[in-house]
């Protein structure tokens, strides 16, 4: 069955350091999103992702964040200066041709920012 | 008004108990309920979503109760398994986009 994956699983990165997260859709889905969940809280969005342009974005979702699809397959958030409560999980998730469908989600990345 | 509420935050059921978990919404533009299960170290998985068009939806041993004039909806897990143990998150989107609210979760704990 076809899944999202993301790399790294464990991301560990020192205050102000730019940090890329990175996401493989699923292959034939046309919508993307990034959510992050801090440790004992909710799945937060971020941002979702249609055509390669930002369709719609949180508050959360400020100037320090960026998404781009630099190629066919991935899938990326950049986050140019990382601070203490970026720490979060970040999950990755695609949907099919309409952006009403089921969104599946990948297993994560859990950032760490020290 | 964008806010999903959700309680339990943590429940524990006897195996071939009833799970019960409640979310209640404000935004009434909201048009579509899903609600995800996440294992330990996943991501949410989808489980079962339901429309406002209908107040109970069934799925094997899953089923959401939905109450639109209450603005409430809850998840019954029946027979309960310890393979049913997780963090379940209810979710809310409406239908100008395609952004998931999600509940604050559920961990759940089925003991033998």
């Known amino acids: 069955e076809p899944e999202v994956t993301q790399t790294p699983s464990h991301q560990v990165t020192q205050m102000g350091q730019e940090v890329i997260l990175r996401c493989v859709p699923i292959?034939?889905?046309?919508?993307f999103y990034w959510y992050r969940q801090i440790l004992g809280q909710k799945v937060e969005f971020l941002v979702s992702?249609?055509?390669?342009?930002?369709?719609?974005k949180s508050e959360i979702f400020d100037d320090q964040f960026s998404v781009e699809r630099p190629d066919g397959s991935n899938f990326t958030l950049k986050i140019r200066s990382t601070k203490l409560e970026d720490s979060a999980m970040y999950f990755c998730?695609?949907?099919?041709?309409?952006?009403?469908?089921?969104?599946?989600f990948g297993p994560g990345t859990r950032l760490t920012v020290l | 008004q964008q806010q999903v509420k959700q309680s339990p935050q943590s429940l524990i059921v006897q195996k071939g108990g009833i799970s019960i978990i409640n979310c209640a919404y404000e935004?009434?533009?909201?048009?579509?309920f899903p609600w995800y299960q996440q294992f330990p170290g996943k991501g949410p998985a989808l489980l079962i979503a339901?429309?406002?068009?209908?107040s109970e939806k069934k799925e094997g041993r899953f089923t959401i109760s939905f109450n639109k004039s209450a603005k409430q909806f809850s998840l019954h897990i029946m027979d309960s398994q310890p393979g049913d143990s997780a963090t379940y998150f209810c979710?809310?989107?409406?239908?100008?986009?395609?952004?998931?609210?999600f509940g604050t979760g559920t961990r759940l704990q089925v003991t033998l």
């Open positions: 992702f249609y055509n390669n342009e930002i369709s719609e």
């Open positions: 339901i429309r406002p068009d209908v």
């Open positions: 292959s034939n889905h046309l919508y």
């Open positions: 979710a809310a989107r409406d239908g100008t986009a395609s952004k998931l609210t």
């Open positions: 998730a695609s949907s099919g041709r309409r952006g009403t469908d089921t969104q599946y």
């Open positions: 935004n009434t533009a909201f048009d579509y």
